[in-house]
């Protein structure tokens, strides 16, 4: 009863901060209602942005990796460590400058912004709308799972609960509630996971009982190659598990976009310290936790429940319903953002762009809400009658998005001879490699991850195509110049600026700039 | 690359110029408070700063009478003529007429129709938002005036742990500024010139007809 009290106040805070956004009014405008007007703060892009990455996968997938192949698992565990702080460093502030001054409001806006061709668009919007509905359905999967647990509650009635309630904040508060409950999200996440660590730690005697445990039951899962050896040389696995979680944030359309939302593009460099920080303490935790659990818990029926059990077999019950909400904040933290990103593209990039041009700003936010509310209803069946392995079908939707959009996004701010033809084929290419590559299971064969793969083929057509036709028109240059050379103004005078006046700072620089190029005035 | 003309020059271009008269806001804060201003919000910053251009900025000015029931108001909207973005004020601001060189005028973009509809809808959704109320006051036109925001465009050069330069627009009016993206022509979405001058033309003529009455 404790645990669900627990949960459930859980539930109603998240709940709350949807209803008191929707009560401010910041989501009533397209900008507001996708990117929270760009007013989010260093801290909390940090952990919107890991809570965001970090799905039921770390409760569920992670602990059935660890629980099944022992250390290789830490491979995985490795680049996600690196993930958040790369995709800040790396792609935050020039996706920032170049999408605030095109107006870009999506991360596949910015794309087309980048290189101006409907077809970019058009493949980015459904490769992107189709992943972000079937990653939310291995999220809902993962929260009736996890609900079923605490509440035991039949398992439709946990996932109907599970996405009600993400489906109320998001629907009324988009990208703002969304960035604030993902911070809160993160703490418990936080907060769960560093209680069952330490408490399992302790349960098996420390490092020196971990591994003792663990070679007695198999020598094979404390070699970093997995039980048995299975994956003894595989190289490109390994490259492959790394780069997933390390690289593959910047090409994760509902990761991206935490970018473009921050309040100031100097605003970065506290959030990658935010990042890292957070990291230190959260990521490999989900791994050692399951380590432990295959001394304390043999022979797990279904090992994507090995922290659950864990923590169900070693916490008292105010602990077991933190870590518990802990599991279902990792799950609606994402859940929330891809519904988003899977809404936003449906309402902006293809509806916005090719049904309805002329839709005022109102009706935007109007269809991407009724988009969410669409996107749920089709995933809930989905959950309930066909439920896919959480584990499978994350790795296989990340893939898929790392392949298709990290070599495009990458090039596109930092390469200026990359045009749209180089980003077309990359797309195609490398979302097609991946699909095939995971489909057709070739990974154990080739000993090559598809992820590795689909980003290999997709970066040498991008090369190759972007080369042989012609470069990208001089306004996409200038745009990326102007995008990558401004440089953070002193500290006191960056924050009074007022922002209202933002709108007419855009249409001054037109004019000064037009003035200049006739020799009228000087700058 | 732009041009580059020297500080003489670019007076001289100025001068040769024609004037026109506009109805301008009346400034609060003249080049020597500015430039005070934005050298004290950053000492550490050791900034220099230059004025080197003013810009006047259109806004088509409304004032409504609100009915809601039997209580009467008044309500005040700015449209920005340029990007067609609206405000409410509390009250009108103080105005003056001017004689200023044309080329720091800039021209209105945004149809004063459209400007109109915009005042109003955003009148009426601001006020049953405010109020949270569900009935929308009945709004009557009282007056209609284009007027013009002075901006000073600063050129700053910061010698302090860090050499940064970079350009702000000050609000001559309220005391606010905000960067400017000077230095590399951002057109990614300008028309083409002559279709520009057209669509200058077009909105002044419009603009005329509504302010003297002859469009309704």
Redesign the interface.
Same mark, same amino acid.
């Given at each position: 009863m404790v645990s669900i009290a627990v949960v459930i106040i859980y539930m109603l805070v998240v709940l709350g901060i949807g209803i008191y956004v929707r009560r401010t009014?910041i989501a009533e405008t397209g900008e507001g209602y996708l990117l929270g007007e760009r007013r989010i703060g260093p801290c909390v892009t940090a952990f919107t942005h890991q809570s965001t990455s970090m799905s039921g996968y770390m409760f569920l997938g992670a602990g059935s990796m660890a629980y099944t192949t022992g250390i290789y698992s830490l491979w995985f565990g490795a680049g996600d460590v690196w993930g958040g702080p790369l995709d800040l460093s790396i792609v935050g502030r020039r996706l920032r400058r170049f999408t605030k *001054?095109?107006g870009a409001l999506t991360s596949i806006e910015f794309l087309e /912004?980048r290189y101006p061709m409907p077809a970019v668009r058009w493949f980015g919007a459904i490769v992107c709308v189709l992943c972000m509905w079937l990653y939310v359905t291995a999220q809902a999967v993962a929260a009736g799972k996890g609900l079923g647990i605490v509440t035991g509650l039949p398992y439709t009635a946990c996932v109907v609960i599970g996405l009600a309630v993400i489906v109320t904040y998001t629907f009324l508060g988009g990208y703002y509630a969304v960035a604030w409950t993902d911070f809160l999200q993160g703490c418990v996440m936080l907060i769960g996971i560093q209680a069952i660590l330490w408490t399992a730690f302790a349960a098996v005697g420390g490092a020196s009982g971990l591994v003792s445990g663990m070679t007695a039951k198999d020598p094979g899962l404390v070699g970093i190659w997995g039980p048995g050896n299975m994956y003894k040389g595989m190289w490109g696995l390994v490259i492959g598990a790394v780069l997933l979680w390390s690289i593959g944030y910047m090409g994760w359309p509902h990761v991206i976009v935490r970018n473009m939302a921050i309040d100031k593009a100097s605003d970065l460099r506290p959030a990658v310290m935010w990042s890292w920080a957070y990291n230190c303490l959260f990521v490999i935790s989900p791994y050692i936790v399951a380590l432990c659990t295959i001394i304390l818990i043999p022979g797990l029926v279904d090992p994507e429940m090995a922290i659950f059990e864990t923590a169900h077999l070693l916490l008292p019950a105010v602990m077991f319903g933190i870590v518990m909400a802990a599991v279902m904040a990792a799950i609606m933290s994402t859940a929330d953002s891809l519904l988003l990103q899977g809404a936003s593209s449906f309402a902006r990039d293809i509806y916005h762009r090719f049904i309805n041009p002329k839709a005022t700003e109102k009706r935007l936010v109007y269809v991407t809400r009724l988009a969410v509310a669409g996107m749920a209803i089709v995933t809930l069946i989905l959950a309930i009658t066909r439920p896919p392995a959480v584990f499978a079908a994350v790795v296989f939707v990340s893939d898929v998005l790392m392949a298709a959009f990290l070599p495009v996004v990458v090039a596109g701010l930092y390469w200026k001879r990359m045009n749209k033809y180089g980003a077309l084929s990359s797309m195609v290419v490398g979302t097609i490699v991946a699909m095939v590559w995971t489909l057709a299971d070739l990974a154990p064969v080739t000993g090559m991850s598809s992820g590795l793969m689909g980003i290999i083929c997709s970066a040498v057509v991008l090369i190759v195509v972007s080369l042989v036709t012609p470069p990208p028109s001089r306004? &996409?240059v @200038?745009?990326l @110049? *102007?995008a990558t050379? +401004?440089?953070? +103004?002193?500290?006191?005078?960056?924050k /009074?600026?007022?922002? #209202? *006046?933002?709108? @007419?700072? /855009?249409? &001054? #620089?037109?004019?000064?700039? @037009?003035?200049? +190029?006739e020799?009228?005035?000087? &700058? | 690359m732009l041009s580059k003309t020297s500080t003489s020059n670019r007076r001289e271009t100025i001068s040769t110029v024609g004037t026109v008269e506009i109805v301008s806001m009346t400034p609060l804060w003249t080049k020597g408070e500015v430039k005070k201003r934005i050298q004290t919000i950053s000492k550490e910053a050791n900034l220099e700063v230059e004025v080197i251009q003013n810009v006047y900025y259109p806004y088509l000015q409304f004032e409504y009478q609100l009915i809601v029931k039997d209580t009467k108001g008044r309500a005040f909207c700015f449209v920005d003529m340029v990007g067609g973005v609206e405000a409410v004020s509390g009250a009108l601001p103080k105005t003056e007429r001017v004689r200023v060189p044309e080329i720091q005028v800039m021209p209105c973009k945004v149809d004063p129709e459209a400007a109109q509809r915009k005042a109003e809808s955003y009148i009426i959704r601001a006020f049953t938002h405010r109020r949270k109320v569900l009935i929308a006051p009945e709004l009557f036109i009282r007056s209609k005036h284009l007027v013009y925001r002075p901006f000073f465009i600063l050129k700053c050069d910061s010698y302090g742990k860090k050499k940064v330069k970079f350009h702000l627009m000050f609000d001559a009016v309220s005391g606010q500024y905000q960067r400017l993206s000077l230095g590399t022509p951002a057109k990614v979405e300008a028309t083409a010139p002559k279709q520009r001058v057209a669509q200058v033309q077009g909105v002044k003529e419009k603009l005329r007809q509504v302010l003297t009455g002859e469009l309704q």
């Open positions: 009014g *001054l095109t /912004k306004e &996409v @200038e745009a @110049e *102007l050379s +401004l440089e953070p +103004l002193p500290g006191e005078i960056e /009074k600026s007022e922002k #209202t *006046l933002a709108p @007419e700072a /855009k249409c &001054v #620089t037109a004019f000064i700039n @037009e003035r200049v +190029l020799g009228a005035f000087a &700058v | -």
